[in-house]
T-cell receptor, first 115, second 111 residues
């Protein structure tokens, strides 16, 4: 089955701890994205990567970090510097504009709760 | 500042009627506009894409229009069914290949 997976589905963290969210895709997509979704707000872009070993900050990158060592994987670390980390986190991938558009395929999401 | 507005947070409609959702934007010049469906607790799923030089796009019971003069897209679901109940998101794609999402409209189709 081709697709994009995120783990875990639910994650609890104590204040002051870093936590890493996993995102894997087997769609052979070049581009991958991390979004955050809060109630009543649209998806906001945290980081994106158009190619392996390269990534750029999105609109709300502060307190987050990423790596892109493999095409299939784009893990997101929520650091203790993120002031309000409780949210629903969504990972997505796409062909990155090949063919002229950027339909994105989303994972099932990880709900992070900071206790 | 750049802004994407979807007409209302929630829309209730009777089964069998046509649902019309609105997406308005300011200070963008999108090359493409996309619509996604999101069910509670799940990731969005792509539905339709329309290019700036297209006026209308259809897929089964779905129809999207795109008016770059009015800076507006309309999303229609004809013969709506309870299974169409979900949140629908519009997203604009600029030349940088990133998507900017609206806040979504939660549609409820009442049997």
């Amino acid at each position: 089955d081709g697709g994009i997976t995120q783990s875990p589905k639910y994650l609890f963290r104590k204040e002051g701890q870093n936590v890493t969210l996993s995102c894997e895709q087997n769609l052979n997509h070049d581009a991958m994205y991390w979004y955050r979704q809060d109630p009543g707000q649209g998806l906001r872009l945290i980081y994106y990567s158009q190619i392996v070993n390269d990534f750029q900050k999105g609109d709300i990158a502060e307190g987050y970090s990423v790596s892109r060592e493999k095409k299939e994987s784009f893990p997101l670390t929520v650091t203790s510097a993120q002031k309000n980390p409780t949210a629903f986190y969504l990972c997505a991938s796409s062909n990155g504009g090949a063919g002229g558009h950027n339909e994105q395929f989303f994972g099932p999401g990880t709900r992070l709760t900071v206790l | 500042s750049q802004k994407i507005e979807q007409n209302s947070e929630a829309l209730n409609i009777q089964e069998g009627k046509t649902a019309t959702l609105t997406c308005n934007y300011t200070n963008y010049s999108p090359a493409y506009l996309q619509w996604y469906r999101q069910d509670p607790g799940r990731g969005p799923v792509f539905l339709l894409l329309i290019r700036e030089n297209e006026k209308e796009k259809r897929k089964e019971r779905l129809k999207v229009t795109f008016d770059t003069t009015l800076k507006q897209s309309l999303f229609h679901i004809t013969a709506s069914q309870p299974a169409d109940s979900a949140t629908y998101l519009c997203a604009l794609e600029t030349g940088a290949n990133n998507l900017f999402f609206g806040t979504g409209t939660r549609l409820t189709v009442i049997p």
